[in-house]
Nanobody, 125 residues
Framework: QVQLVESGGGLVQAGDSLRLSCAAS????????MGWFRQAPGKEREFVAA????????SYAVSVKGRITIARDNAKNTVYLQMNSLKSEDTAVYYC??????????????????WGQGTQVTVSS
């Protein structure tokens, strides 16, 4: 059992940068693959990025690759999503998720066991 709390969302202008954080408590953080997903109004929740237990393996959605970086600090029980060159299309609620069953984060919502409450990112143009 792990609890996840996202933070760092807000209102920014196109081209700006933002770093989201997800603080985990409970469980053994280093044995959860972690992922970030986002959901815009009227759309399905979509994969953004994932990271393996030790952070050595990452994966990204094609739409964000090159602009977004996922990282984790197991000593702080925290996973981050660094977002650069933000676009209006990045506007969504961003969710942190944990996978207790696999060492590498996948790109499917159904793979993850635990979810945070989400943090709103709004990019104005």
């Amino acid at each position: 059992q792990v609890q996840l709390v996202e933070s760092g969302g807000g209102l920014v202008q196109a081209g700006d940068s933002l770093r989201l954080s997800c603080a985990a408590s409970g469980g053994t953080f280093s044995r959860y693959a972690m992922g970030w997903f986002r959901q815009a109004p009227g759309k399905e929740r979509e994969f953004v990025a994932a990271i393996s237990w030790s952070g050595g393996s990452t994966s990204y959605a094609v739409s964000v690759k090159g602009r977004i970086t996922i990282a984790r600090d197991n000593a702080k029980n925290t996973v981050y999503l660094q977002m650069n060159s933000l676009k209006s299309e990045d506007t969504a609620v961003y969710y942190c998720a944990a996978d207790s069953n696999r060492p590498y984060g996948g790109r499917f919502v159904s793979l993850y066991d635990y979810w945070g409450q989400g943090t709103q990112v709004t990019v104005s143009s």
